[in-house]
């Protein structure tokens, strides 16, 4: 069976940090991209972070780029995402996301920036 199961969303003040963690089975973790996407309130979805499966190739959003890092263990079936000076318009819920011959997605972690 597959998942992708978030952690780490919370609330945190403009400015702080927080990382997120994907961990996946189910499904051969090292062939697939993986992505974070978010979506804020009455906004669509979007994509914020991608890593390819062997780690050595990732992007990102304008609006996170030398904020987000995106990283992976393949070792743990495991993606990250380290959010660093955060914004209120950060606040989302933040999605994992797989993709190779098949597209998987987690159930999503709340990410709230506020004072």
């Known amino acids: 069976q597959v998942q992708l199961v978030e952690s780490g969303g919370g609330l945190v003040q403009p400015g702080g940090s927080l990382g997120l963690s994907c961990a996946a089975s189910?499904?051969?973790?090292?062939?697939?991209?993986m992505r974070w996407y978010r979506q804020a309130p009455g906004k669509e979805r979007e994509v914020v972070a991608a890593?390819?499966?062997?780690?050595?190739?990732?992007s990102y959003a304008d609006s996170v780029k030398d904020r987000f890092t995106i990283s992976r263990d393949n070792a743990k079936n495991t993606v990250y995402l380290q959010m660093n000076s955060l914004k209120p318009e950060d606040t989302a819920v933040y999605y994992c996301n797989a993709i190779w011959v098949a597209e998987h997605w987690g159930q999503g972690t709340q990410v709230t920036v506020s004072s």
């Open positions: 890593i390819r499966g062997n780690g050595c190739s990732t």
């Open positions: 189910g499904f051969t973790f090292s062939r697939y991209t």
